[in-house]
């Protein structure tokens, strides 16, 4: 049975008003490899296993989360007015109950609300929408200046496990100059890079200066979480957020 014990609260100065809650991957009912609380309708787990996951996330939640295609893309959706599982990577939600939700397995999810408890938004920054603006994209899509925000970065691979190939780090580089401090080399030709620096690069460019969590490494802590890296075949956690 899914507990307090088995969720992580974020630790950050949020509004009031603001709820957010990180998933790890106990509680369920899942079987291997996806044991147990596998959110993830799209990994090849028993579907009604899931379904009996959703269902017991949805005891910390006022509604049911409004779940994304995740595509490894920029589109951002108003979780408000979503009728269907749409195609996109982000959502954000100005209206109360509304549950942003992204699922992820090592890519970084990114939890934003501006000061005020008007807005909230939830992010998948896998290393592609990362590069190609998916932060940008949400917070232009909250309409809100970037020191207004604060955000929080859930668990992703960590940076001595996420290793890259050199065209993954001169594309970042391409796009932003500070990314080259994000990245230390490994074997020839490979790099490691640390997708939670250029989170918070992306971030600070757009103004966004309160920056919270970080540091939990998907792929180290097989206990608590799914890492495709390390496992290939498994489950995906949820980040979610609301406004109460």
Avoid at 154 to 170: C, H, K, L
Avoid at 176 to 182: F, I, L, M, T, V
Wanted: glycine share 8%.
């Amino acid at each position: 049975m899914l507990s307090d014990q088995d969720l992580i609260i974020p630790d950050w100065p949020a509004p009031a008003n603001v709820r957010a809650l990180q998933t790890t991957r106990s509680g369920g009912v899942s079987k291997a490899p996806y044991n147990s609380l596998n959110l993830g309708m799209h990994v090849g787990d028993v579907a009604l296993d899931v379904a009996a996951n959703r269902q017991r996330l949805n005891r910390y939640v006022p509604t049911e989360p409004v779940w994304l295609n995740q595509v490894h893309g920029i589109t951002v959706i108003d979780a408000g007015t979503a009728s269907c599982v749409p195609d996109a990577d982000a959502a954000y939600a100005r209206t109360r109950h509304t549950v942003c939700a992204v699922m992820t397995a090592d890519c970084l999810p990114v939890l934003i609300c501006d000061k005020a408890g008007t807005i909230v938004s939830a992010v998948h920054a896998g290393w592609r929408s990362l590069l190609d603006g998916v932060i940008e994209e949400t917070v232009a899509e909250m309409d809100k200046p970037g020191s207004d925000l604060l955000a929080w970065l859930g668990p992703a691979i960590g940076p001595d496990a996420f290793e890259v190939g050199d065209e993954v780090r001169r594309a970042f580089i391409a796009r932003d100059a500070k990314a080259e401090q994000a990245f230390r080399p490994a074997s020839a030709g490979k790099w490691l890079g640390d997708i939670f620096q250029l989170g918070r690069q992306r971030l600070a460019n757009v103004g966004v200066s309160h920056i919270y969590g970080g540091g939990l490494c998907t792929y180290d802590d097989e206990e608590r979480f799914f890492s495709f890296r390390r496992d290939e075949s498994t489950g995906r956690m949820a980040s979610l957020i609301w406004l109460e």
